[in-house]
């Protein structure tokens, strides 16, 4: 007798909560007949997917992405759910010296002493500190030794030495080996960005991914969710 296929869902994930996506990924299968094809890239590109044409089961992206997409239907009705709040950090190569950073004139201190910055070009946390860099008036001193890149994490240009500083989601920072965390920012100038899921409208499997949103949102996932450094909003 020939098994069916197992089921598949296809999930499009932002960067910023790939870490306890993919643990949760593998509960999830570990747990159904589901498997996950799941895609991870910063928000803005996998926007450009979306845009382009591709047809997820589930999307994981910002939350103000999300309520868009529902507010113009390509999310499903009432599918949407809040999933963590993620807070931007700063590491450094692991042994270095950690800079205070509680206050922001200690951040903005740290920022104008640091040989070198290492930040993102497309990621949420890339875009919120270009602006925030310029809201504290230190956009050109800082520009002026970073190195940006277009995705990816910036934790490894700390690993490596080649930055002083890498600032990107805590959630990120702490997927690269090789780094310590220094902390997040201060909440006065950074209260967390929200992350939020949804069935795509247009998904032939509306009740499996109602199942995988159903698992994110549980108790187990939340306690997953912890260890990366992420608020779970469940």
Same mark, same amino acid.
């Given at each position: 007798?020939? &098994?069916?296929?197992?089921? /598949?869902?296809?999930?499009?994930?932002?960067?910023?909560?790939?870490?306890?996506?993919?643990?949760?990924?593998?509960?999830?299968?570990?747990? %159904?007949?589901?498997?996950?094809?799941?895609?991870?890239?910063?928000?803005?590109?996998?926007?450009?997917?979306?845009?382009?044409?591709?047809?997820?089961?589930?999307?994981?992206? %910002?939350?103000?992405?999300?309520?868009?997409?529902?507010? &113009?239907?390509?999310?499903?009705?009432?599918?949407?759910?809040?999933?963590?709040?993620?807070? *931007?950090? =700063?590491?450094?190569?692991?042994?270095?010296?950690?800079?205070?950073?509680?206050? %922001? +004139?200690?951040?903005? /201190?740290?920022?104008?002493?640091?040989?070198?910055?290492?930040?993102?070009? %497309? #990621?949420?946390?890339?875009?919120?500190?270009?602006?925030?860099?310029?809201?504290? #008036?230190?956009?050109?001193? =800082?520009?002026?030794?970073?190195?940006?890149?277009?995705? #990816?994490?910036?934790?490894?240009?700390? +690993?490596?030495?080649?930055?002083?500083?890498?600032?990107?989601?805590?959630?990120?920072?702490?997927? *690269?080996?090789?780094? &310590?965390?220094?902390?997040?920012?201060?909440? &006065?100038?950074?209260?967390?960005? !929200?992350?939020?899921?949804?069935?795509?409208?247009?998904?032939?499997?509306?009740?499996?991914?109602?199942?995988?949103?159903?698992? !994110?949102?549980?108790?187990?996932?939340?306690? =997953?969710? /912890?260890?990366?450094?992420?608020?779970?909003?469940?």
């Amino acid at each position: 007798m020939v &098994e069916a296929p197992p089921i /598949r869902l296809r999930l499009l994930s932002t960067l910023a909560i790939a870490a306890p996506m993919r643990e949760l990924g593998r509960r999830f299968e570990a747990s %159904t007949s589901i498997a996950l094809d799941a895609e991870y890239g910063p928000t803005v590109l996998l926007v450009k997917r979306l845009e382009a044409g591709a047809q997820p089961d589930v999307v994981a992206l %910002t939350k103000e992405k999300v309520d868009q997409y529902a507010g &113009e239907g390509a999310i499903a009705a009432g599918s949407a759910v809040d999933l963590v709040r993620s807070f *931007v950090g =700063v590491a450094v190569k692991a042994g270095s010296h950690k800079p205070a950073i509680a206050t %922001t +004139a200690e951040f903005k /201190r740290a920022l104008l002493d640091a040989r070198s910055i290492g930040y993102s070009r %497309t #990621g949420a946390s890339g875009l919120f500190f270009a602006e925030l860099l310029k809201r504290l #008036g230190i956009a050109d001193a =800082v520009n002026a030794k970073a190195t940006v890149i277009p995705e #990816g994490f910036t934790a490894e240009l700390a +690993a490596s030495g080649k930055v002083g500083l890498a600032i990107q989601q805590v959630s990120e920072l702490m997927a *690269v080996p090789g780094v &310590e965390i220094v902390g997040p920012l201060p909440r &006065e100038i950074e209260p967390g960005s !929200l992350f939020s899921v949804g069935i795509w409208a247009a998904s032939s499997r509306q009740a499996e991914a109602a199942r995988l949103i159903a698992f !994110l949102a549980s108790a187990e996932a939340a306690s =997953v969710i /912890r260890q990366f450094g992420l608020e779970p909003l469940t």
